[in-house]
């Protein structure tokens, strides 16, 4: 497939501290989604970014779109053990309907 | 119903079985998308719908796997002969729009079936 890569593959933080995924591509995408899946769950939509340099914030979560489109960032500010679960970027190529999925980071929050 | 729902939610075949595997979109999404999930990595494309039309069927594995949506609503995913590399989570999405350039939008997940092929 044709896969975004994510970094780190494995988190582990202490409550409060912050956290980031990156989301690493070698070509220009047209958009990304990320999203949230918590163990034994499904995926649960967060975001979706499509500009150039576009920065968007939910509460403790920020996500950042950089400005060549190849790379994307989700940032947790003061982790929460409900912040536990593996976040994933995805996104889809203008030409086709395929929808692709990055490798996912998987975070565990220490209390 | 409120969300995607997918039935079974656990099915264990014995290899060689065929399988029918159910997805029930939210009412009036256009786009029904199914992914494997293998465990510890992330979902994988298989197929795509938009409405009744099959758009998209690039990621089904093999020829052993085949999937409709006849009246553009309910959804099977069908594997035949299973082996044991079909066990995984096979997840159902859904939505709202129609898939394409200027028109990616949330995906609405379903809880998924786990599959288990012995």
């Known amino acids: 497939g044709q896969q975004v890569m994510q970094i780190p593959q494995y988190q582990h933080v202490q409550e409060g501290e912050d956290f980031t995924t990156y989301c690493n591509s070698s070509t220009t995408l047209s958009n990304i989604q990320w999203y949230k899946q918590r163990p034994g769950g499904h995926p649960v939509f967060l975001i979706q970014l499509v500009k150039s340099g576009e920065v968007k914030k939910q509460k403790r979560l920020t996500f950042q779109f950089g400005e060549a489109k190849k790379n994307s960032s989700l940032h947790i500010t003061a982790t929460q053990t409900t912040d536990v679960g593996t976040y994933f970027c995805a996104h889809a190529w203008d030409t086709g309907n395929q929808f692709y999925f990055g490798t996912g980071t998987s975070l565990t929050v220490i209390p | 119903g409120a969300g995607v729902s997918q039935s079974p939610r656990y099915k264990v075949a014995k290899r060689g079985q065929d399988v029918a595997l159910r997805c029930d979109p939210i009412?009036?999404?256009?786009?029904l998308f199914w992914y494997q999930q293998a465990l510890g990595q992330g979902p994988e494309f298989l197929t795509y719908?938009?409405?009744?039309?099959?758009?998209?069927k690039s990621g089904l594995p093999s020829d052993r796997f085949f999937a409709e949506r006849p009246e553009g609503s309910v959804s099977t995913l069908k594997i035949q002969r299973t082996q044991q590399e079909d066990s995984a989570v096979y997840l159902c999405?859904?939505?709202?729009?129609?898939?394409?350039?200027?028109?990616?939008?949330?995906?609405?997940f379903g809880p998924g079936t786990r599959l288990t092929v012995l």
């Open positions: 999405a859904s939505s709202f729009t129609s898939w394409g350039i200027s028109s990616y939008n949330e995906q609405f």
């Open positions: 719908f938009q409405n009744e039309a099959q758009l998209d």
């Open positions: 009412s009036g999404h256009v786009s």
